[in-house]
């Protein structure tokens, strides 16, 4: 299971930090991931981590501002959101699967519930 928090509103500029607890698994044996689905638009990956390495990987809209990471000993996973824009607002979810191949792909073995984050002035 797969449990978000840490979503809400904020000013364009603005920051947030969320936040993806696991239990019944390891997270650290799955890639990772965090996607997000805007009003009217489909969800789309945003950022990914590998499994082993924890190598990461940002799609371009949000390189350079968000920084996925992961407390393996917590197994926690993070997403630093900074220089937020209007065009982030999304609910925002986490998900897990086999490989990095497979996450990126979308094939997810488990989905959160998603968290909302809203940026506004």
């Known amino acids: 299971q797969l449990v978000e928090s840490g979503g809400g509103s904020v000013q364009p500029g603005g920051s947030l930090t969320l936040s993806c607890a696991a239990s019944?698994?390891?997270?650290?044996?799955?890639?990772n991931g965090w996607f997000r689905q805007a009003p009217g638009k489909e969800r789309e990956g945003i950022s990914y981590?590998?499994?082993?390495?924890?190598?990461?990987y940002y799609a371009d809209s949000v390189k350079g501002r968000f920084t996925i990471s992961r407390d393996n000993t917590k197994n926690i996973l993070y997403l630093t959101m900074t220089s937020l824009k209007p065009e982030d607002t999304a609910i925002y979810y986490c998900?897990?699967?086999?490989?990095?191949?497979?996450?990126?792909?979308?094939?997810?073995?488990?989905w959160g519930r998603g968290t909302e984050v809203s940026v506004s002035a």
């Open positions: 981590i590998s499994k082993t390495d924890g190598i990461e």
């Open positions: 019944g698994f390891t997270l650290q044996n799955y890639a």
């Open positions: 998900a897990a699967s086999a490989s990095l191949v497979e996450i990126v792909n979308s094939r997810v073995s488990a």
